[in-house]
């Protein structure tokens, strides 16, 4: 599949939503394919395991209806997020999930089994996997990934280190297939940005905690609003590894910021029990998990005031993309 083209014509502003945590569930993923960019989430949100053929069965139903009732709407697709890692005994079911549901687009984490691209591009679906180097984009492509998700510096959640101006770049040198670029990419201008560094999308996750919509508590939520950059802490403490998080989540938690326990990627747990990312933290008797106790968010979030609904929040995506190329065009005439 031809991703670019593929989502060319139903999405309002070139972004896919990325998939979180705990947070993105099907009243998250609907409103933003409703609002005109591709909504995602993690195959592990859907617990227990069999939920997640009811998940997307409900919501292709719902895009469907919703699809005859706004003939005019631009309605973009959804995408299901794998974790491939060797302690997720779940893969294998829900990728049967999403071959008999045809998902048309899968987020591999992690790494990208070839035996997970070719089962979705049995159906013609498209496989993006995400990447924090130039390593593993060339693992991605050489397992038959379609399409690369660049995790730059000040992304969300698990994050790398790369400047995107470093990493677009020397990706661009040897692959010239779809790109999306994370990292505290929060207004429209930004996802212009994103597309004159070289990206095709911008992935944006951070925006879609702070909405409605967002299955996240109403704590998360303000403190995203109440937050900026600074705010922002990157450890490897709470899953294993590094990741952008909100340096007062983990205050609250009776941690201390400076004094954190260091903590290796072999630690993580990808169970059908849905013990991804939910690894204790012991700081004394204080038992804390991430993400229900530890929240992540990406450095972009100084521009964010309020809880908008997903349709709101893009709406304003849309407008800031449009003035910020109105505004590029003025200055090179």
């Not at 990292?183 to 004159?196: F, K, P, R």
């Not at 990741?243 to 009776?254: C, D, E, F, I, T």
């Not at 997903?310 to 709406?315: F, G, L, P, S, Y």
Request: glycine letters at 8%.
């Amino acid at each position: 599949m031809d991703v670019v083209n593929f989502l060319k014509d139903k999405t309002r502003v070139p972004v896919i939503g990325a998939p979180l945590f705990t947070v993105s569930y099907p009243e998250l993923v609907l409103a933003q394919c409703k609002a005109g960019v591709v909504g995602s989430f993690p195959a592990l949100n859907a617990r227990p395991e069999e939920k997640l053929s009811e998940w997307l069965t409900m919501m292709k139903k719902e895009l469907e209806e919703y699809r005859t009732d706004n003939p005019d709407a631009v309605i973009a697709p959804f995408a299901v997020n794998q974790i491939c890692h060797h302690s997720n005994n779940r893969l294998e079911h829900d990728m049967e999930m999403c071959v008999e549901h045809e998902v048309p687009i899968v987020i591999t984490s992690l790494r990208a089994p070839k035996f997970v691209v070719d089962a979705v591009h049995s159906y013609g679906g498209a496989v993006m996997h995400d990447v924090i180097n130039i390593r593993h984009a060339k693992k991605a492509i050489d397992e038959g990934a379609d399409g690369l998700i660049l995790v730059c510096a000040g992304a969300g959640g698990h994050a790398g280190a790369l400047s995107p101006f470093a990493l677009v770049r020397e990706v661009r040198e040897f692959f010239d297939g779809p790109v999306a670029l994370s990292g505290s990419i929060s207004h429209g201008a930004s996802v212009l940005s994103a597309q004159a560094m070289g990206a095709d999308f911008a992935y944006i996750g951070t925006r879609f905690i702070a909405t409605q919509e967002a299955n996240a508590s109403q704590g998360y939520k303000d403190m995203i609003v109440e937050s900026s950059a600074k705010d922002i802490m990157y450890s490897p403490t709470f899953t294993g590894v590094h990741g952008n998080y909100l340096r007062p989540s983990v205050v609250n938690a009776g941690l201390d910021p400076e004094d954190l326990p260091y903590a290796d990627k072999n630690d993580m747990n990808f169970g059908s029990s849905g013990k991804d990312m939910d690894k204790s933290i012991a700081q004394g008797d204080n038992q804390k998990k991430a993400w229900k106790d530890i929240w992540g968010s990406g450095q972009g979030i100084g521009n964010l005031h309020e809880v908008p609904t997903v349709m709101e929040a893009v709406d304003a995506l849309v407008k800031e993309y449009e003035e910020a190329k109105s505004a590029l065009s003025s200055k090179s005439a």
